[in-house]
């Protein structure tokens, strides 16, 4: 059987100062996600037959998760699958600021301009009672939509691929920003990286395409 494992952290901890504090990164890094990490691989260690399955596909596929251990595989898989993929959209903060000119276009046609679907998605993050995640991902039609979800859900399980992901479990910011999410929110577009965002946008449409005979 192969066990999850800690992705490698694509920068160091205190890489996105001052908008989200080493010391953060750090517990959030080495702590909730090895956590989850741990727990999923004791939920499967009595289930050999889920052994290579990665964990995006068991998210997926919840439904062929035997009852005893799917609303573990749930939440742990989905905190490994979530934070593997918030570490990958963040970056330095200082090098692109946007998104490219084909991104910002499907934008516009959803959310009416790219500010329109900061504020929406912004919006969508704070209306997120209690713990969860503020999705922008790619429809099975190829548009856009905006997707929050409770606890560590993904919108994998809803058929969507997410291109942009933001925590707002308190664990993510409150050792900088206590109770004020708003403020985490609004600092949190400086160290947004829209080039991944561009990739994850584009392999989620080429996904899409019919395959070719």
């Known amino acids: 059987m192969t066990e999850h494992t800690l992705p490698k952290l694509p920068y160091a901890y205190d890489a996105l100062e ?5 010391k953060t990164m ?25 052994g290579d399955v990665t964990a995006e596909n068991l998210i997926k596929s919840l439904a062929s998760i035997p009852d005893e251990i799917r609303e573990s595989v749930r939440n742990n898989a989905g905190g490994h699958v979530n934070h593997s993929f918030f570490w990958q959209v ?4 200082g090098k692109i600021t946007g998104p490219s000119d084909g ?4 934008m516009d046609k959803v959310f009416g301009s790219f500010d329109g679907f900061k504020d929406l998605f912004t919006k969508a993050a704070l209306g997120r009672f209690g713990s969860g995640w503020t999705w922008l991902s790619v429809t099975s039609l190829g548009g856009l939509e905006i997707f929050s979800t409770p606890n560590q859900d993904n919108p ?16 993510a910011y409150y ?10 929110i609004e600092n949190w577009w400086h160290v947004v990286s829209w080039e991944k965002v561009e990739d994850h946008y584009q392999k989620a449409i080429e996904a899409l395409k019919p395959a070719r005979p």
């Open 90 to 93: 963040m970056k330095t903060p």
């Open 26 to 50: 750090e517990i959030h890094y080495t702590k909730h996600h090895q956590t989850y990490i741990n727990n999923l691989n004791t939920a499967l260690e009595k289930h050999k037959e889920f």
């Open 103 to 106: 991104l910002v276009e499907a």
């Open 175 to 184: 050792l900088k920003y206590q109770n004020r999410r708003q403020e985490y």
């Open 156 to 171: 994998l399980t809803e058929g969507l691929i997410p291109i942009l992901g933001l925590d707002v479990w308190e664990h």
């Open 18 to 22: 001052p908008y989200i504090d080493a």
